[in-house]
């Protein structure tokens, strides 16, 4: 197989502070947004090559204006600050109020993960990761919806809830010392290493064939996903040493999965992919026959970048090592200096962007090297091979200090306070896509188009801190359809195709909407994937907050 180049297609771009604009409207061949002018694909390889064994994608990621415009129409932004509270669990199912019409096709359940407790006693959380994780289950069978939550019976739920404090370190909590220890054992406490938290309030995973939710340390927890219930703890580094992995794993047809994790040692670190076998040997295998398919060497390594998830095509994993560096030295030291982890993770965009491809089925690292401009990115729409080409769809972000922005203390700011955070941005984009603030939580029609040539991917709009609307975007004719409501906030969209459907977008998207209006109701939402027009919508009588992830689990 000849190596491929590598040709980053249209991003999407955050401005500072929050949410997403066009990368750019004349440079690439099939943006992932709107777009007026298009190149071939080999004038696009010639523009990118420099040597036979190195790439820079310059062409592609445009310097910023130097001179930034105030974003007035971003004013008066709606406080969110009850999407961000603590809310009681329902851990039986009740009944929702449907309106209009939900397909009696749509069979099965709509699984979210993300944080439901923000204190524990007097002590609070800091950041909107650290909450603890609240299972949400929408169960749809013939046009009725029921509804029920609990709460993760983590460790650290656990430990915290029996001492009515915060006992458990979190990304941007650092839990203090026990007060009923002795002063000496109080001091002792300091120089312990942080445990990693089992809270995985990120996702659901499935991996031979069992559900799990995950965050991105080596701890994870299986769940029933028909009751919600938390099983046994299984952490990584009993199978493979890495120190942790993401929550976004990819899979292959026949069930195969692919995930990343770094792993740490007196050497240094390194990104490892990892590859996990799609059956079972025995009914108490978990992880059993998971291995590192190849392991990558960071630019520093004391400082590795941060990553969220990864790209891979029907050959390919496509790793972006961006520059949100790890200080491992100030990660280990974090607890002595009373400071939490995410104290030692920091946007430092004097480090180019590089990018690994390896290929799957024989971990080989690709000797050529791509790099491109500083940018950021958390979420990959897809990857596929084309025309000698694997071609990578992504959302990015002009500045990774995003990460800093969501402490709970910004998400429940209002008035002016809120307004500050959004003062500015970047013109990078086309109007269209400004007005919807652009684009974040991607999402395709995963078991057909995963890897492969795909038309259409579905979205959050992010004109607010969070997702205030629904975009499905068409990457061959450059238009966008939008779903929105004033005062509410839909949560990833997750694409349900008709069975035995031939169109890719023949289908419908689930959404949980949520809102800080007193007076209305929590709503899923289900629209037809193709024209994004209402179905219908299954209202429930309780408050949840805004969330992170989630998947659909057919009956």
Same mark, same amino acid.
């Given at each position: 197989?000849?190596?491929?180049?590598?040709?980053?297609r249209?991003?999407?771009w955050?401005?500072?502070g929050?949410g997403?604009?066009?990368?750019?409207?004349?440079?690439l061949?099939?943006p992932v947004?709107?777009?007026? $002018?298009?190149l071939?694909?080999?004038t696009?390889a010639?523009q990118?090559?420099?040597s036979?064994?190195?790439?820079?994608?310059?062409?592609?990621?445009?310097?910023?204006?130097?001179e930034?415009?105030a974003f007035?129409?971003r004013?008066?932004?709606?406080c969110i600050?009850?999407?961000?509270?603590?809310?009681e669990?329902?851990?039986q199912p009740i009944?929702?109020?449907?309106?209009?019409?939900?397909p009696?096709?749509?069979s *099965?359940?709509?699984?979210?993960?993300?944080?439901?407790?923000?204190?524990?006693?007097?002590?609070?959380?800091?950041?909107?990761?650290?909450g603890m994780a609240?299972?949400?289950?929408?169960?749809?069978e013939?046009g009725i919806?029921t509804?029920?939550?609990?709460?993760?019976?983590?460790?650290?739920?656990?430990?915290?809830s029996?001492?009515n404090?915060?006992?458990?370190?979190?990304?941007g909590?650092?839990?203090?010392?026990?007060?009923?220890?002795?002063?000496?054992?109080?001091? @002792?406490?300091?120089?312990?290493?942080?445990?990693?938290? +089992?809270?995985?309030?990120?996702?659901?995973?499935v991996?031979k064939?069992?559900?799990y939710?995950s965050?991105?340390?080596?701890l994870?927890?299986?769940?029933?996903?028909e009751t919600l219930?938390?099983?046994?703890?299984?952490?990584?580094?009993?199978?493979?040493?890495?120190?942790?992995a993401?929550a976004?794993?990819?899979?292959?047809?026949?069930? $195969?999965?692919?995930?990343?994790?770094?792993s740490y040692?007196?050497?240094g670190?390194?990104?490892?992919? @990892?590859?996990?076998?799609?059956?079972?040997?025995?009914?108490? +295998?978990?992880l059993?026959?998971a291995?590192?398919?190849?392991?990558?060497?960071?630019?520093?390594?004391? =400082?590795?970048?941060?990553?969220?998830?990864?790209?891979?095509?029907?050959?390919y994993?496509?790793?972006?090592?961006?520059?949100?560096k790890?200080?491992?030295?100030? /990660? @280990?030291?974090?607890k002595?200096?009373g =400071?939490?982890?995410?104290?030692?993770?920091?946007?430092?965009?004097?480090?180019? $962007?590089?990018?690994?491809? /390896?290929?799957?089925?024989?971990?080989?690292?690709?000797?050529?090297?791509?790099?491109? =401009?500083?940018?950021?990115?958390?979420?990959?729409i897809?990857?596929?091979?084309?025309?000698g080409?694997?071609v990578? +769809?992504l959302c990015?972000q002009?500045? *990774?200090?995003?990460?800093?922005?969501?402490?709970?203390q910004?998400?429940? =700011?209002?008035?002016?306070?809120? +307004?500050?955070?959004w003062?500015?941005?970047?013109?990078?984009?086309?109007?269209d896509?400004e007005?919807?603030g652009?684009l974040?939580?991607?999402?395709?029609?995963?078991?057909?188009c995963?890897?492969?040539k795909?038309?259409?991917?579905?979205?959050?709009?992010?004109?607010?801190?969070?997702?205030d609307s629904?975009?499905?975007?068409?990457t061959?004719?450059?238009?966008?359809k @939008?779903?929105q409501?004033?005062g509410?906030?839909?949560?990833e969209? /997750?694409?349900?195709?008709?069975?035995?459907?031939?169109?890719e977008?023949?289908?419908?998207?689930?959404?949980?909407? /949520?809102?800080p209006?007193?007076?209305?109701?929590?709503f899923?939402?289900?629209?037809d994937?193709k $024209?994004?027009?209402?179905?219908?919508?299954?209202?429930?009588?309780?408050?949840?907050?805004y969330?992170?992830?989630g998947?659909?689990?057919p009956r």
């Amino acid at each position: 197989m000849a190596a491929p180049l590598l040709l980053l297609r249209g991003g999407l771009w955050r401005p500072r502070g929050g949410g997403l604009v066009l990368l750019s409207k004349s440079l690439l061949t099939r943006p992932v947004v709107a777009c007026t $002018t298009t190149l071939d694909r080999p004038t696009l390889a010639h523009q990118i090559h420099i040597s036979p064994r190195s790439y820079v994608l310059k062409d592609f990621l445009p310097s910023p204006q130097q001179e930034p415009v105030a974003f007035s129409n971003r004013k008066g932004l709606q406080c969110i600050s009850p999407l961000m509270r603590s809310v009681e669990e329902t851990p039986q199912p009740i009944l929702t109020k449907v309106k209009g019409h939900i397909p009696k096709w749509l069979s *099965g359940s709509l699984l979210r993960n993300g944080p439901g407790k923000f204190e524990f006693g007097e002590e609070k959380f800091n950041h909107w990761f650290d909450g603890m994780a609240l299972l949400h289950q929408f169960q749809l069978e013939n046009g009725i919806v029921t509804y029920r939550s609990k709460f993760l019976q983590s460790d650290s739920y656990v430990t915290n809830s029996r001492h009515n404090r915060i006992v458990v370190s979190e990304f941007g909590t650092l839990a203090m010392p026990d007060p009923c220890k002795t002063i000496f054992g109080r001091f @002792i406490s300091w120089f312990e290493m942080p445990r990693p938290t +089992d809270n995985s309030s990120v996702n659901y995973v499935v991996y031979k064939g069992d559900y799990y939710v995950s965050t991105e340390t080596n701890l994870m927890r299986k769940v029933d996903p028909e009751t919600l219930e938390t099983k046994e703890k299984v952490d990584w580094s009993k199978f493979v040493v890495v120190n942790g992995a993401t929550a976004h794993p990819h899979y292959e047809p026949d069930g $195969t999965a692919y995930n990343m994790g770094n792993s740490y040692g007196k050497h240094g670190s390194s990104y490892n992919i @990892i590859q996990i076998p799609p059956q079972k040997s025995n009914h108490d +295998d978990t992880l059993q026959g998971a291995k590192v398919l190849c392991s990558i060497a960071p630019a520093e390594k004391m =400082k590795p970048s941060y990553y969220h998830s990864f790209g891979m095509s029907e050959n390919y994993v496509i790793f972006i090592e961006q520059p949100i560096k790890i200080n491992l030295c100030r /990660v @280990i030291t974090s607890k002595l200096l009373g =400071k939490p982890i995410a104290d030692g993770i920091n946007w430092e965009p004097q480090y180019k $962007t590089r990018f690994h491809v /390896v290929n799957k089925h024989t971990g080989e690292l690709l000797p050529r090297q791509f790099y491109s =401009k500083p940018f950021a990115t958390f979420h990959q729409i897809n990857a596929f091979e084309d025309q000698g080409c694997v071609v990578f +769809d992504l959302c990015c972000q002009d500045d *990774g200090g995003s990460l800093h922005t969501y402490q709970l203390q910004n998400l429940r =700011k209002a008035g002016e306070g809120l +307004d500050q955070i959004w003062c500015m941005h970047e013109n990078l984009h086309s109007e269209d896509l400004e007005e919807v603030g652009g684009l974040e939580f991607p999402q395709i029609n995963y078991s057909r188009c995963n890897g492969r040539k795909y038309r259409f991917f579905y979205g959050c709009g992010f004109r607010h801190l969070v997702g205030d609307s629904l975009i499905k975007i068409d990457t061959e004719t450059k238009t966008m359809k @939008i779903w929105q409501e004033d005062g509410f906030y839909p949560s990833e969209p /997750v694409f349900v195709p008709v069975p035995t459907a031939t169109a890719e977008d023949s289908g419908v998207i689930l959404s949980v909407v /949520v809102t800080p209006l007193q007076n209305q109701n929590t709503f899923l939402l289900v629209l037809d994937a193709k $024209t994004f027009s209402e179905l219908g919508r299954a209202e429930v009588p309780v408050k949840m907050p805004y969330g992170f992830h989630g998947v659909f689990v057919p009956r």
